[in-house]
């Protein structure tokens, strides 16, 4: 099947879904539904955005409501509590109906266009993910997140020089499938080779952050990374991945 004519498919008119995690991103969220507006009338499959706001407390849940009051083509997901960045991802994976998902940050430092530089190679990688070429971030935070990505290599082997870039596209039946835990934004190229998927990583503009607060400091983007990779290593131990080779008639 051809993902992006959507043939043969049963999914709603949509083939593509760009979830964004929110927390606490009240003072950004009319110039993000500007950009996402935006991209929706230049994306090259029909696009639907689905906010997933993780308890937030700042007001961010009812500008939501009435940004999505303005276009059918925005939803949105409200945990009951702030539950992390992996619950939030996984939570929007688990609620989409489109045969492909993505996410971006609400902050903005990657750009929504640049999903039209992934999808075109969603029909032979099971995830295409963006790679921060040009980081516009402190030296604490690009080390950090270096330190970080060598590490988890050694770990996954998965290949990845930007793992934490908030601009992915995975196909949802692969999205879906993968188990949840903390950390699970760091390990999604590693989560998906474990399924037999193939991974591809395109390099993607970044942007200096004009609104909001990072949710992460040097320490949690060192010391997160590191204790999550003894999880992902018992979880690649005990992990079972099949296919059917064959099967009579029901």
């Known amino acids: 099947m051809d993902v992006l004519t959507g043939s043969d498919r049963k999914q709603t008119a949509a083939l593509f879904t760009i979830i964004v995690p929110i927390y606490n991103e009240v003072a950004g969220l009319e110039r993000l539904y500007i950009s996402l507006s935006e991209y929706l009338e230049m994306a090259l499959v029909e696009t639907r955005v689905l906010f997933v706001d993780d308890g937030s407390t700042d007001g961010s849940q009812q500008k939501i409501k009435c940004v999505c009051a303005q276009n059918n083509r925005f939803s949105f997901l409200f945990l009951d509590k702030n539950y992390g960045l992996s619950a939030a991802i996984k939570a929007g994976f688990d609620h989409v109906d489109t045969l492909l998902v993505g996410y971006i940050d609400a902050d903005l430092q990657t750009n929504p266009e640049d999903f039209n530089v992934l999808l075109p190679h969603m029909n032979d990688y099971e995830i295409v993910t963006g790679l921060r070429s040009k980081r516009e971030d402190s030296f604490s935070k690009r080390f950090s997140s270096r330190f970080a990505n060598k590490f988890r290599r050694l770990f996954t082997n998965d290949g990845v020089d930007d793992t934490g870039c908030p601009l992915k596209i995975l196909k949802t039946d692969i999205a879906q499938a993968i188990p949840m835990f903390s950390g699970l934004h760091r390990f ?24 909001g607060e990072s949710k992460f400091n040097t320490w949690n983007r060192l010391l997160g990374p590191l204790a999550d990779c003894f999880a992902y290593l018992w979880m690649k131990r005990k992990y079972i991945s099949y296919r059917i080779g064959e099967h009579g008639p029901k």
């Open 188 to 211: 999604l190229p590693a989560m998906v080779i474990l399924q037999g998927g193939k991974v591809l990583q395109i390099p993607v503009r970044h942007y200096p952050r004009i609104s």
